[in-house]
């Protein structure tokens, strides 16, 4: 299950996802295409989990050099 919370008059959000709790956590950052990130992503991100389908959209997780990670997300199929 995941939860959504927005924060009143700001772009900022906190996301709660308990579909699995080995997951490393991280900041989730809400892209136009997780597909073409993915394609043209620096050479420098390690990739913790490949793109997959979400609903209305796609997530993926990556690291930085020092092991920071974070997610990435679209919501391209959402009307």
Known sequence: MTVTLALPDSDVGIMLDAADPDAPSGPVFAIDSVAAFHADRPSELGVVAEPSEIPDGSI?????PGGFVFYVLDQAQAT
């Open 60 to 64: 993926a997780a990556y690291s930085d």
